[in-house]
C-alpha cells in the first residue's frame, strides 16, 4: 500500500517559487536520507547474515551444511543488489488523483523495493506493476495519476527535481506552488559521456517501455535506428524478465551477447545498477568456452565463414576422418600379421555411424568392432599354428581316438568366449602399432584439431568444400597453427558440436550421483520451504552442498558449460551477426526466448542480416515479433540530417529515427592531412571537457566528456600514430581514455560527446558495407561532429558545412 498524498513529504515555506522550489528539495531530502538509511540498515542485516551463515544450522551433517547455504546464498544474493544500486537509489514519484474517500496514495519508484521496519513498502521496485504508470503515463493518456516526479541524486543529496502535472486539480495547494524543473529526459541527454552507458530507468519512455516488459516467451526483435535506446531497453528487459520470472530464469540464467570486449564494458554497470548482478555478458568470441577471440577476418573470408553451407562442410571433414581402407587393414603383433577384410572394416564403420552420435561418440561402437576383429583373426592365426602339428598326425593315421575326441568336440565352442574375447581386446588396445592403426582410420578429435588440420590441407578443404556446394573454399586455407578469428569461433562451436567427447567413464559417475542428488534436492526443497528464501534454487543448493571450493555464480557455470540452455538470451547490434553465428546462439537457448536487438540499416559485416526473416525464419518460422523504435533520443537533428543522406543513398528503403534534440553546433567537414588531426583533436577535447585543458588525451580523461576519432582501415594506422596518447581498438581499457581511435566497426554501439570521422570515401569504398559503416560512424556523436578529408568529400555528405 502506497502513501496517502496526505501523509507524502510535503514542501514547506514561502509561497513564491523559488522559496517552494527550494522547501521541495528538502522535504524529498528529508524522505530520500529514510530511504538510505533503510538501505544501510538492510545492509548490515545482509552483511551479518552472511557472516553468521557457515555457523547457521543444526542437525545431522547435510542438513546443517544445507541450512547454511541457504542462509549464505540468501544474504549474499541481497547484499550484492543492495551495493548495486547506491548511485540514484531513488529517482521517481508518482501522486495519484484523489478520490472520493481522500488523498490518492503517492509512490516512491527507485532501483530496488525497500519496506520499513514495520513492513510497509518506503520504496517500489521500478519493475513492480505499481511502478508502471511512471513510465506510461502522457499528458493524454495520464490514467489516475496527477504528477510524475523526477529525482535527481548525487551520490545522497537531492539536487533538482523535475515534474510533470497531468492534473493540477488533483494536487493540493501546497504541491501546486512546489512544481519545479525542466523536461527529466532531455536533462539526461545533456550530460556528458563517462565511458560508461548510463541506465535509463528513470527516464524510460513508453514504446521502451512496451520492449522492456514484453512476455518472456518467443523471440521479440528490438529494431532500432541509431539512438533509440534499443540496447539500454534490452538490458533493462533483463533486469525485468529476471524480476518476473525469477523462478524460471534464477537457475539457468541470462546471456547477453555483444559485439565487442569495449561494448560489454561500456554497459557492464546498468545491470548491476537495476539491481542486477548475476547475468553473464559474451561477445561471438567468447561463446565457445576456453577461448576469448577477437582477431578479425577479411570481409571476403567472413562471408565464406559466415554462410550456413560451412555446417556441411565441417560435417563432411568430420565424415572424411572415417576412413575404411581399400585394401583392409594390417597390423604387426606379437610377431603376428593382424588382418581384418575392407568389407568388415566398412561394416563397422557402417555401424557406429548409425548410433547417429557425436564423432567421438560413434569411436566407441568402431574401436570395439575393429578390436573385436583383430582378436578374432589373431585366436584364427593361433589356432591356424596349433592345428599345423595334428594335421601331420592325422596325415600319418597315427592320431589317438581320444585326441580326435577333443578336436571334435572343440569345433563346436567358439574361438574365444566372452571373457577372453574381452581380456583379448584389452590387451590389443595397448599395443601401440593396434592403437596407431585404429586411430588412423577413426582418430578422437578435438574441433581445434580437425579445423586447423583441414584449413592446412588444400586437398582435403577442396573435397569437404564439394560435398557442400561451397565456393570460395580457397580463402579457407591457412597454416596450422595460425590465430583463431572470431568467425572461426562458430565452426569450433559446430564442430564441438558434431564431435563430442567420449564421456562414458563420466556419465556412469552422474548416475551414480543422480539417485543421490535426488534425496538431496528433495530435502532441499523442505528446508528453502521452511526458512522461506524465495530466491534461493533448490538444485543449485543440492549441487553447491557437493562442490569443493568457492560456489560459482549461475553466470560463471554457464560460461564454462559449451551445452548450458539458457532460459533467456539478449543479442545486441545482432545484424551483425552471419547465419554460422545465429546456429552458436540458438543452440544456448533451446526454449527460443530471445531478444534480439539491432537495426538492418547498420549492418557492416558483409555476412550479416539484410532482414530479420532471413535470419530467424529458419528457428521460428513466423514465431517472431517485431517491436519497432522510432524515436532519436541521442543524435542531434542537424547531425540525423547528415547521416539520413548517407542512409537514403545506400539503403533507400529503411527509414530513419526521429531525432528529439535540437541543439548542439552544426556538424563540419575539414580539409586536413591525417598529420594535423593533434591540434584538432585537442581542440574538440577543449569544448567538450569540463576543464577545457588542452593536453588530456591519454591522461584519463575528466569525471565527463568523451571523444572518437574513426577512420577508414586504410587510415587507422596512420591516425594511431599520429595520436599516440589516446587509446586504440576494440579494448575494455579505450572506455576510460578521453580520447580513442577506432574503426566503424569497433565503434558499433558506443556514444560519445564528439566524434571526428577521419577519410569518409576510404570507409565507402573499402567493404561492400561501407555506406553502412559511414552511417554508423555518424551516428556516434551526442554533441559535435567534424569530418575530416584529405581529398574530395562525398557527395553524400554534401550537407556538412566546410570548416
Known amino acids: 500500500m502506497g502513501l496517502r498524498q496526505a501523509d507524502a513529504v510535503k514542501p514547506e515555506g514561502p509561497e513564491n517559487p523559488d522559496a517552494a522550489r527550494r522547501a521541495a528539495v528538502r522535504a524529498e531530502q528529508e524522505y530520500v536520507s529514510r530511504l538510505y538509511a533503510r538501505l544501510d540498515a538492510e545492509r548490515v542485516k545482509a552483511e551479518a547474515a552472511l557472516r553468521a551463515g557457515p555457523a547457521q544450522g543444526g542437525g545431522g551433517a547435510f542438513q546443517a ?35 472520493p474517500d481522500g488523498p490518492g496514495d503517492t509512490f516512491y519508484i527507485g532501483r530496488v523495493g525497500l519496506r520499513d521496519e514495520d513492513h510497509e513498502p518506503m520504496l517500489i521496485d521500478w519493475r513492480a506493476t505499481a511502478a508502471r504508470p511512471f513510465y506510461t503515463a502522457t499528458p493524454g493518456a495520464p490514467g489516475d495519476l496527477a504528477r ?28 501546486r506552488g512546489g512544481i519545479v524543473g525542466e523536461a527529466a529526459l532531455l536533462a539526461t541527454l545533456r550530460r556528458g559521456r563517462t565511458g560508461r552507458m548510463s541506465d535509463v530507468v528513470a527516464t524510460i519512455q513508453e514504446e521502451q517501455d512496451q520492449v522492456i516488459r514484453a512476455g518472456l516467451q518467443g523471440v521479440l526483435v528490438v529494431q532500432g535506428g541509431p539512438g533509440t535506446g534499443k ?47 548475476d547475468v553473464a555478458l559474451a561477445t561471438v568470441g567468447e561463446l565457445y568456452p576456453g577461448r576469448r577471440v577477437t582477431a578479425a577476418d577479411s570481409p571476403e573470408v567472413a562471408v565464406v565463414k559466415g554462410d550456413l553451407r560451412m555446417a556441411a562442410l565441417v560435417e563432411a571433414a568430420v565424415r572424411e576422418r572415417q576412413r575404411v581402407p581399400a585394401d583392409g587393414l594390417e597390423v604387426e603383433s606379437e610377431g603376428l600379421t593382424l588382418r581384418v577384410e575392407a568389407a568388415a572394416c566398412a561394416l563397422a564403420r557402417d555401424r557406429a555411424r548409425a548410433l547417429r552420435a557425436p564423432h567421438n561418440i560413434q569411436r566407441r561402437r568402431f574401436v570395439h568392432d575393429l578390436l573385436e576383429a583383430l582378436a578374432v583373426n589373431r585366436a584364427e592365426q593361433y589356432e591356424q599354428i596349433m592345428d599345423e602339428p595334428l594335421e601331420e598326425i592325422a596325415k600319418s593315421g597315427q592320431m589317438p581316438e581320444w585326441l580326435q575326441e577333443l578336436i571334435d568336440e572343440a569345433e563346436d565352442e567358439p ?14 588396445w595397448h599395443e601401440p602399432a593396434v592403437r596407431a ?11 581445434e584439431t580437425l579445423l586447423s588440420e583441414l584449413f592446412a590441407d588444400p586437398a582435403a578443404l577442396a573435397r569437404a568444400a ?55 534436492e528433495l530435502y532441499a526443497r523442505e528446508v528453502i520451504a521452511s526458512t522461506g528464501a524465495e530466491t534461493v534454487d533448490a538444485a543449485v543448493l543440492a549441487d553447491r552442498h557437493h562442490e569443493e571450493g568457492p560456489a560459482l555464480t549461475t553466470a560463471q557455470r554457464a560460461a564454462a558449460d559449451r551445452e548450458w540452455a539458457y532460459g533467456h538470451v539478449i543479442v545486441d547490434e545482432a545484424q551483425e551477426l552471419s547465419e554460422m553465428a545465429w546456429r552458436v546462439v540458438m543452440r544456448r537457448v533451446p526454449t527460443r526466448s530471445l531478444t534480439v536487438v539491432g537495426d538492418i540499416a547498420q549492418t557492416g559485416s558483409a555476412a550479416g542480416a539484410t532482414s530479420w526473416g532471413r535470419m530467424l525464419d529458419r528457428y521460428v518460422p513466423g514465431r517472431w515479433r517485431e517491436q519497432r523504435l522510432l524515436v532519436n533520443y541521442r543524435t542531434p537533428a542537424a547531425i540525423m540530417k547528415v547521416a539520413e543522406d548517407v542512409l537514403a543513398a545506400v539503403a533507400p528503403g529503411e527509414v530513419p529515427p526521429v531525432p528529439v534534440r535540437d541543439d548542439g553546433d552544426p556538424p563540419r567537414a575539414v580539409a586536413l592531412p591525417v598529420d594535423e ?70 565503434a558499433k554501439g558506443l556514444e560519445f560527446d564528439a566524434v571526428v570521422v577521419v577519410d569518409p570515401a576510404g570507409i565507402l569504398a573499402e567493404s561492400p558495407k561501407g555506406g553502412q559503416d559511414l552511417y554508423v560512424a555518424l551516428t556516434r556523436a551526442t554533441r559535435r561532429l567534424t569530418v575530416v578529408h584529405d581529398g574530395d568529400l562525398p557527395g553524400v555528405l554534401a550537407r556538412l558545412e566546410r570548416g
Open 65 to 99: 551444511r544445507l541450512e547454511s547455504a541457504v542462509a549464505t546464498d540468501e544474504a549474499a544474493r541481497r547484499l550484492a543488489r543492495l551495493g548495486g544500486v547506491e548511485q540514484g537509489l531513488c529517482f521517481g514519484r508518482i501522486d495519484h488523483r484523489a478520490g
Open 148 to 175: 510524475r516526479r523526477h529525482l535527481h541524486l548525487r551520490r545522497r543529496e537531492v539536487v533538482r527535481l523535475d515534474d510533470e502535472v497531468f492534473d493540477l486539480e488533483g494536487l493540493d495547494e501546497r504541491e
Open 231 to 277: 540496447t539500454v531497453a534490452a538490458l533493462h528487459r533483463a533486469a525485468y524478465l529476471l524480476y518476473t520470472h525469477r523462478d524460471v530464469l534464477e537457475r539457468r540464467g541470462v546471456l547477453v551477447v555483444g559485439p565487442n570486449a569495449t561494448f560489454l564494458r561500456y554497459i557492464e554497470q546498468v545491470l548491476p545498477g537495476l539491481g542486477e548482478t
Open 415 to 428: 574361438l574365444l568366449d566372452e571373457a577372453d574375447l574381452r581380456l583379448a581386446k584389452e590387451a590389443l
Open 437 to 447: 592403426a585404429v586411430d588412423a582410420l577413426w582418430p578422437e578429435l578435438t574441433p
Open 466 to 520: 564439394g560435398e557442400a556446394g561451397l565456393a570460395g573454399h580457397a580463402l579457407l586455407r591457412r597454416p596450422a597453427g595460425s590465430p583463431w578469428t572470431v568467425p572461426d569461433v562458430p565452426l569450433l562451436d559446430e564442430a564441438a558440436e558434431l564431435l563430442g567427447t567420449d564421456d562414458s567413464a563420466e556419465r556412469a559417475r552422474r548416475r551414480a550421483e543422480a539417485r543421490r542428488r535426488a534425496d538431496d
Open 677 to 746: 588531426l593533434p591540434a584538432l583533436v585537442r581542440d574538440e577535447l577543449a569544448v567538450i571537457t569540463r576543464d577545457g585543458g588542452a593536453d588530456v588525451v591519454g591522461a584519463g580523461g575528466p569525471v565527463e566528456g568523451r571523444l572518437a576519432v574513426i577512420s577508414s582501415a586504410a587510415r587507422h594506422a596512420r591516425v594511431r600514430a599520429v595520436l599516440p596518447d589516446a587509446a586504440a581498438g576494440a579494448t575494455p581499457e579505450a572506455l576510460d581514455s578521453a580520447a580513442v581511435v577506432l574503426t566503424a566497426a569497433e
